[in-house]
Structures are given as C-alpha cells and as structure tokens.
C-alpha cells in the first residue's frame, strides 16, 4: 500500500516547520519507503505498519500542537511492492 498524508499542525501560528519535521522524522525513522515533499509526504508498505507510523507522526506533532488535521490518500493494491518507484518510472517511460 502507498499512503500519501499531510499534517498540519493549528493552534502553532503560521511557522509549522518545526511540528511537520517532528512528523517527518517518525516517517524517516520508521524505515519504509518514503518520500516527502512541500505538500505531502508518502510512504509505502503494509497497512499495520504504515498506519501505524501515520499514527505515532500525528501523535509527535499532537505533543507541540494544541490540534492536528490529517489528510491522507491511499492506493491499496494487493502483490505490487516497491510502487511508489514502479509508478513513476511506468509514467517517465510514456513521457519519452
């Protein structure tokens, strides 16, 4: 599974940088696939493990945040791994 979230920390004021790094870090930490850029960050692989590491970034930036929005995307497809690689090259390759 691929799952691609996005956190935002409220209640911090505008500067979030710190709270979403706290959340990426969970991700980085965890070592699955990942890949973060400036509206999401998406990570791949099991169901259990990936929420769970959704759940404990939610929890790292709920610990400096008084509230926490969660968006999430998720493309379930069961005995495709590596996906979030295979999906872009299949789309580089049709580019030319």
Same mark, same amino acid.
């Given at each position: 599974m691929i799952v691609a979230f996005s956190i935002t920390p409220l209640g911090v004021g505008e500067g979030v940088a710190e709270p979403v790094a706290r959340a990426v870090k969970v991700v980085r930490d965890s070592g699955l696939p990942n890949q973060t850029d400036?509206?999401?960050?998406?990570?791949? &692989?099991?169901w259990d493990e990936v929420m769970g590491v959704i759940k404990r970034a939610v929890d790292a930036v709920a610990e400096v945040a008084p509230r926490? &929005?969660?968006v999430l995307k998720a493309d379930l497809r069961a005995g495709v791994t590596d996906g979030m690689t295979s999906k872009v090259e299949s789309l580089e390759r049709h580019l030319g």
């Amino acid at each position: 599974m691929i799952v691609a979230f996005s956190i935002t920390p409220l209640g911090v004021g505008e500067g979030v940088a710190e709270p979403v790094a706290r959340a990426v870090k969970v991700v980085r930490d965890s070592g699955l696939p990942n890949q973060t850029d400036a509206m999401f960050t998406t990570i791949e &692989g099991e169901w259990d493990e990936v929420m769970g590491v959704i759940k404990r970034a939610v929890d790292a930036v709920a610990e400096v945040a008084p509230r926490v &929005g969660l968006v999430l995307k998720a493309d379930l497809r069961a005995g495709v791994t590596d996906g979030m690689t295979s999906k872009v090259e299949s789309l580089e390759r049709h580019l030319g």
